[in-house]
């Protein structure tokens, strides 16, 4: 076997190792939603100071994963920490809207319990907007892991990028995905399938507005394409499914997809 190449390997892979596993960055923010909705969690307080620890245990644990994958040596992450668990009560206030959203939204839903227990959406959504708050910390490789995560065990594809207002919705969810400059309003409301993407993923567009903007009280059935930087879909408008759109949409409008569709009795049928 070549030297040179064994020797890139090992170097390699000392380098990885030098970061967790995604699954133990995962862990912590698992952590993290079970502190703050502990109908996914089966720790037990005694008290507020017990629950004061927890978050002290899970900002040093942040600390720990910051220096394992900032490249910088200077990048205070201890006060990033700091600034990230002095803002879980901001996540925790979007979240409850998310919660209520998805609990007034679906005619399934019998509580909000059910939601935070088994809605999927519910739990990509809470990885994004933790992976959003570390990314606007300016973290690294963090934020991406989270949604990836987050995506490998919902179908559910957040960008942590995208900026995301209160009361967001997402039905049944499984295969949306949201781009990275995706903007979305307050309540807007996404079905299976949906995708906010771009027109082109050349690489030079990288930092530029890639993806739509959907204004408040927008609602997007299932398998629509929506593309474009420069797509906006305006307040309360309505995008039935199926459509593909890369151009813009004006508010209180209704857009839907007429396909041609015959319904024939197996009576009338003849055969060939």
Known sequence: ???????????????????????????????IIGLLFPELSDKKFN??????????????ELNNLLDATQACKDCHNDVIAEQFI????????????????????????????????????????????????????????????????AHSKTGIDIHPGAQIGQYLCIDHGTGIVIGETAVLGKNVKLYQGVTLGALSVSKNLAGTKRHPTLED?????????????????????????????????APNSTVYHTPTIKVVENSNLTES
């Open 86 to 149: 002095d803002s879980l009560n901001t996540i925790y206030e979007n979240l409850k809207t998310d919660i209520i959203a998805l609990n007034s939204g679906d005619p399934a839903a019998n509580n909000e319990f059910e939601v935070i227990r088994t809605y999927p959406g519910f739990m990509a959504i809470a990885f994004y907007r933790i992976a959003h708050q570390l990314l606007q910390l300016k973290t690294p490789l963090i934020p991406r892991i989270l949604t990836e995560y």
């Open 217 to 249: 009280n927008v609602v997007i059935y299932s398998n629509t394409t929506i593309l474009g930087g420069a797509t906006v879909i305006g307040t309360n408008s309505i995008i039935g499914g199926n459509v593909w759109l890369t151009k813009s949409v």
């Open 1 to 31: 076997m070549n030297k040179d190449f064994l020797s890139t390997l090992y170097q390699r892979q000392q380098s990885a190792q030098a970061i967790p596993p995604n699954e133990e960055i995962a862990k912590w923010a698992l952590q």
């Open 47 to 60: 008290s507020e100071e017990e629950i004061e620890d927890e978050f002290s245990q899970l900002k040093k």
